[in-house]
């Protein structure tokens, strides 16, 4: 959500410490606030704001802390980390499934009851026009179809050591086996928030039904090959040099 989605939500909720209140993070707010303590109670924090300190945790607890000091319909513009700031996991009620939710529009940044003006509503058209669609692959965890315009891609958010990640590609591409279905192509990868992010551009209509008829199959040879204890062969060496030049580092 704070790389990769444009425009999506989660739901939680902060612990009895700090008032059992609603929270929903966000990928971003107008203006790029911070947080937001809404008209109805809830509090909206921006994952992709810009937070001081280097410590991105303490950051957003820091946000919700403050956001929930504050009244009804009141958005913090900027964070300022209080020496006890409290980080995001200490906040939050951790029994929460955390599911993702991709949205088409920045209609949730608005209360259902809020007045639409003229101005909200051409806020909100304009950051529509930025969104490129973004969908979860059913069957494929943490992965993204993205119409990127002249192009399809596939960006999967995998949870493992990058080296076994880049070794599993090299792996695949060595057997020609790198691709999810016909026409497709492993183009690179990307690192972000110490997670590995491998990339697949897509033939122009492949879509997301096409990426999960394959997600099952490709799904059990990419998890065979990150599971591969046994060493890299000759010709899975050089081809593991092309796999590592190929990475982009998201900050």
Do not use: C
Request: proline fraction near 5%.
């Amino acid at each position: 959500m704070r790389q990769l989605i444009p425009a999506a939500t989660m739901a939680a909720k902060t612990t009895e410490e700090y008032g059992s209140l609603e929270v929903e993070l966000a990928t971003i707010l107008p203006m790029a606030w911070p947080a937001v303590r809404r008209t109805d109670g809830k509090i909206t924090v921006g994952l992709q704001a810009g937070y001081p300190g280097g410590d991105l945790s303490r950051g957003l607890g820091q946000a919700i802390r403050t956001a929930a000091s504050l009244e009804p319909g009141t958005p913090i513009t900027t964070v300022t980390l209080d020496e006890d700031a409290p980080r995001l996991q200490d906040v939050l009620d951790l029994s929460g499934d955390f599911a993702i939710q991709v949205q088409d529009t920045f209609e949730f940044w608005l209360d259902p009851s809020a007045e639409r003006t003229d101005e909200i509503e051409q806020a909100i058209a304009q950051a529509n026009d930025s969104i490129m669609t973004t969908r979860a692959v059913e069957g494929l965890p943490h992965a993204y179809w993205v119409d990127a315009g002249p192009k399809e891609h596939l960006r999967w958010v995998l949870d493992a050591d990058e080296d076994r990640v880049i070794d599993a590609v090299t792996r695949l591409h060595a057997r020609r086996e790198s691709g999810i279905g016909e026409g497709t192509k492993y183009v690179g990868s990307f690192r972000a928030e110490g997670l590995a992010i491998p990339v697949w551009d897509l033939p122009t209509g492949f879509g997301v039904e096409g990426v999960e008829k394959e997600a099952e199959a490709f799904r059990a040879r990419f998890e065979e090959a990150l599971d591969s204890t046994e060493p890299l062969t000759a010709l899975e060496r050089r081809a593991r040099g092309g796999i590592v030049a190929r990475q982009v580092t998201l900050r």
